[in-house]
C-alpha cells in the first residue's frame, strides 16, 4: 500500500491539512463493513452439574441472520465461570448450531474447548473473553451459544462463583455476554 509522509512542509500556510482523497490507496478492499449488530447479555446465574459433559448455558444464546453467504461472522464473547469445589478446571465452549467454533485440535483426551481455566478456590471466578471470525457460508438464521464442562463432577457456575456465598468483600457479581457482528464484503 502506498503511503504518504505528512511533514510540515505538506501544510497549507493556516496549518490545515492539504485535502486527500485516497486515491493512492492500493491494494485495499471494499469489505469489513459491518451490517449488523446482535447481542445478547445474561446477568442472572446459571448452575450445572452435569460433569465432565457439554452442557448448555440457559440465555447466552444469540442468532444473526446475514444478509449474504459471503459474509463473515465476527463473534465476541466474555462469560464467567466458577466452579463449586477448589482446584478444579472449569472449560467454555461457542458452537455455532452444533459445530464447536475456536477450540483447539485434538490431543489425546484432552477437553477441546474455546476458554476456560483453573479455579484454585470455590469464592473465585475465572473471565474468558475471545473473539473469531466465522464463516459460515449461509443466508440462513445462525444461532451461536455456550457451553461448559469441567474437570470432574463439581456443580460448574456462569455469573457467580461456587461459594454462592452472601458476602459482599470476597466476590462480586458480573454479566456474560455473546455479540455477533456481520461482516460484508
Known sequence: MA????????LSPTGTMPAWDGSALTGVSGGGKVLQVVSTTKSDVFSDTNGTNWSDVTGLTTSIT????????????????????????????ILR???PISVGDAFLNRNRSTGGGFVHNASAWVMVAGTYLDSPATNSVINYKAQLSSQGSVTKYVNSDGTRANVNYSVGTTASTITVMEIGE
Request: hydrophobic share 40%.
Open 66 to 93: 446475514p444478509s449474504a453467504t459471503s459474509s463473515k461472522i465476527l463473534v465476541c464473547w466474555n462469560v464467567a465461570l466458577g466452579v463449586s469445589n477448589a482446584n478444579n478446571n472449569v472449560f467454555m465452549r
Open 97 to 99: 448450531g452444533t459445530t
Open 3 to 10: 503511503q504518504t509522509l505528512i511533514t510540515d512542509k505538506n
